[in-house]
């Protein structure tokens, strides 16, 4: 294995600052790419593209061919872990994701004993891209945040304000509760497995940590990733760990510190001073461009990622978006992004 220093990206989650920011983009294998899209096509549908690793180690590998990317990010979904726990997942066209929905009764009905075998196809493409990648590659695994998990689980889609599951929380705690109890165990058990078989690094995605009240912020999201974390380092000494918590503004500083994350994801609504103001000094920050100004290129792009370097340039930093990267999304204004932040 490399050193630590020699994968950029890795050390700056360990807290040393580069010269330059480490960079990677949330989505950056995905349908902005046409090698991506003709890949698609050999699968079925989207879970059988992460199922198998022939496919999936391609699509992960594509955009590193392309750019000049300091890390490799698995190319799976937050929703394997629903899919493995036995709940009937299927992406339709157009419409996203679409889940048979959770009452009381399916919360009992989960079979978390099934899921490391089913997604065992996952396991297998961590350690395909481990051999694969350069040494200075750093490899990223994932999951997604229980809370975030759980508002498609309950809600069977995504919503723009996760109604149905803020409302089955606060109706029925006690099966919330469980819910919860069976995606942090899953995700500790997963997370560790992607480390055994080569991650260097792992995100917790917490995309919809929104919508919440301070009571539901510590109860749905502060206190299940940090049974993740805690969990996950007992099994893993030291795992660095990369939290998400997309729309947790003034929320950010507690996330952080509840939770004992490595390093925290910022979105492209956090107000870099707030950042510098509200957050330690030494804690690794990653983000936050927002991905439109990515579509549009040009100065409205260049200005902004300038002014995010400069923000963050008195602490470890990895530049990305503060979302992920969108289909409309020129690959030549992905190419002028990693030159800047590469390059100035």
């Given at each position: 294995m490399?050193?630590?220093?020699d994968?950029?990206?890795?050390?700056?989650?360990?807290?040393?600052r580069?010269?330059?920011?480490?960079?990677?983009?949330?989505?950056?294998?995905?349908?902005?790419?046409?090698?991506?899209?003709?890949?698609?096509?050999?699968?079925?549908?989207?879970?059988?593209?992460?199922?198998?690793?022939?496919?999936?180690?391609?699509?992960?590998?594509?955009?590193?061919r392309?750019?000049?990317?300091?890390?490799?990010?698995?190319?799976?979904d937050?929703?394997?872990?629903?899919?493995?726990?036995?709940?009937?997942?299927?992406?339709?066209?157009?419409?996203?994701?679409?889940?048979?929905?959770?009452?009381?009764?399916?919360?009992?009905?989960?079979?978390?004993?099934?899921?490391?075998?089913?997604?065992?196809?996952?396991l297998?493409?961590?350690?395909?891209?481990?051999?694969?990648?350069?040494?200075?590659?750093?490899?990223?695994?994932?999951?997604?945040?229980?809370?975030?998990?759980?508002?498609?689980?309950l809600?069977?889609?995504?919503?723009?304000?996760?109604?149905?599951?803020?409302?089955?929380a606060?109706?029925?705690?006690?099966?919330?509760?469980?819910?919860?109890?069976?995606?942090?165990?899953?995700?500790?058990?997963?997370?560790?497995?992607?480390?055994?078989?080569?991650?260097?690094?792992?995100?917790?995605?917490?995309?919809?940590?929104?919508?919440?009240?301070?009571?539901?912020?510590?109860?749905?999201?502060?206190e299940?990733?940090?049974?993740?974390?805690?969990?996950?380092?007992?099994?893993?000494?030291?795992?660095?760990?990369?939290?998400f918590p997309?729309?947790?503004?003034g929320?950010?500083?507690?996330?952080?510190?509840?939770?004992?994350?490595?390093?925290?994801?910022?979105?492209?609504?956090t107000?870099?001073?707030?950042?510098?103001?509200?957050?330690?000094?030494?804690?690794?920050?990653?983000?936050?461009l927002?991905p439109?100004?990515?579509?549009?290129?040009?100065?409205?792009?260049?200005?902004?990622?300038?002014?995010?370097?400069?923000?963050?340039?008195?602490?470890?930093?990895?530049?990305n978006?503060?979302?992920?990267?969108?289909?409309?999304?020129?690959?030549?204004?992905?190419e002028?992004?990693?030159?800047?932040?590469?390059?100035?």
């Amino acid at each position: 294995m490399a050193p630590v220093t020699d994968r950029k990206l890795l050390a700056t989650v360990l807290g040393q600052r580069q010269e330059r920011p480490p960079i990677w983009i949330m989505r950056q294998a995905g349908r902005y790419l046409p090698e991506y899209r003709q890949t698609r096509t050999q699968a079925r549908d989207f879970l059988e593209l992460c199922y198998t690793p022939d496919l999936a180690v391609e699509v992960t590998l594509q955009p590193l061919r392309r750019f000049d990317l300091d890390a490799a990010i698995l190319f799976s979904d937050i929703l394997v872990i629903p899919d493995a726990l036995g709940q009937q997942v299927r992406f339709a066209t157009g419409e996203g994701p679409l889940l048979e929905a959770l009452d009381e009764k399916g919360v009992v009905g989960l079979q978390p004993e099934r899921a490391m075998a089913h997604l065992a196809p996952v396991l297998e493409t961590v350690r395909r891209l481990r051999a694969q990648l350069p040494a200075d590659k750093t490899l990223i695994g994932f999951c997604g945040a229980p809370w975030t998990v759980a508002t498609y689980m309950l809600g069977g889609r995504g919503s723009p304000d996760q109604w149905v599951a803020r409302k089955f929380a606060l109706e029925h705690p006690a099966a919330f509760d469980r819910l919860m109890d069976v995606l942090v165990e899953t995700s500790i058990t997963y997370l560790a497995a992607q480390f055994e078989a080569g991650a260097d690094v792992v995100q917790l995605f917490e995309s919809w940590a929104l919508n919440l009240d301070d009571a539901s912020f510590a109860r749905n999201v502060m206190e299940p990733n940090r049974r993740i974390v805690e969990g996950l380092r007992q099994r893993v000494p030291n795992a660095p760990i990369i939290g998400f918590p997309r729309g947790a503004a003034g929320n950010l500083r507690r996330y952080a510190a509840t939770t004992g994350v490595n390093a925290l994801g910022v979105d492209f609504a956090t107000p870099l001073d707030f950042v510098r103001d509200a957050l330690p000094a030494s804690l690794p920050v990653q983000g936050n461009l927002d991905p439109l100004r990515l579509v549009v290129g040009g100065d409205a792009m260049e200005s902004q990622a300038r002014a995010i370097i400069e923000a963050f340039a008195d602490r470890p930093h990895i530049f990305n978006l503060g979302h992920g990267i969108v289909p409309e999304t020129p690959i030549a204004h992905v190419e002028r992004l990693i030159d800047l932040v590469k390059n100035g």
